[in-house]
């Protein structure tokens, strides 16, 4: 059963700084990974979707780079701006069978750029 | 555009009543999904349906039921039985391409009241 976590938990951090997120999977039979951001109250919004054929996937300050025989992918955002905080996460589709297409997210990583 | 909607943004439920939040996409894509979030237990995935008339039961599917009878729409019921529907739902649409991510709705928040 894929297991997907991320580190850390919460982050807090001054304007400006450059920040790494960080997602761990147990399955590495992946087809990609996707990466989410989640304001209060709302839906998912996705910003990058990188193939397991991709080494990274660049959006803007936002960077995802993916190792998939290690299971694990970050997300560098650059110049972080106090808009920039929400709650990311990260999602790994089930790569075959009967429970094709569902996604494993991981618990979310809560992201406070403060002036 | 193209997106998923989702409605009510808000709903109360009484005790005992079934409720149905809506979905639509019209984005043309095959697969559905419908995720319940709680505070401190992310997102866990309720039914899902890669095609018209047929769906499978998720993580968490008891007290809950859908339907599919269009490609647009997958609507989900909370039914009486659902003991702690107090949740964030969300509806998410793939074309079950793996070269195409996963898009989500905007979410409906149920309450009991």
């Known amino acids: 059963k894929q297991e997907v976590t991320q580190i850390p938990a919460a982050l807090s951090v001054p304007e400006g700084e450059n920040l790494v997120l960080n997602c761990s999977f147990t399955d590495s039979a992946i087809y990609n990974l996707q990466w989410f951001r989640q304001d209060p109250g709302k839906g998912l919004t996705s910003l990058l979707l990188?193939?397991?054929?991709?080494r990274e996937q660049t959006s803007g300050r936002l960077n995802a780079s993916l190792d998939k025989s290690s299971g694990r992918s970050t997300l560098y955002i650059a110049a972080s701006q106090p808009g920039d905080s929400a709650t990311y996460l990260c999602a790994v589709p089930n790569a075959g069978g009967t429970s094709y297409g569902k996604l494993t997210f991981g618990q979310g990583t809560i992201l406070t750029v403060h002036p | 555009d193209g997106g998923i909607t989702q409605s009510p943004k808000y709903l109360f439920r009484k005790e005992g009543q079934n409720v149905t939040l809506s979905c639509e996409q019209n984005l043309n894509h095959d697969a559905m999904y419908w995720y319940r979030q709680d505070p401190g237990q992310g997102l866990r995935l309720i039914y899902y349906s890669q095609i018209v008339n047929d769906f499978q039961k998720g993580d968490i599917a008891e007290g809950y039921s859908v339907s599919r009878e269009k490609k647009e729409s997958f609507p989900l019921t909370v039914t009486s039985a659902q003991k702690n529907p107090t949740a964030f739902y969300l509806c998410?649409?793939?074309?079950?391409?793996?070269?195409?991510?996963?898009?989500f709705g905007s979410g409906t928040r149920l309450t009991v009241v």
């Open positions: 990188i193939q397991s054929s991709q």
């Open positions: 998410a649409s793939n074309p079950l391409d793996s070269n195409y991510g996963y898009t």
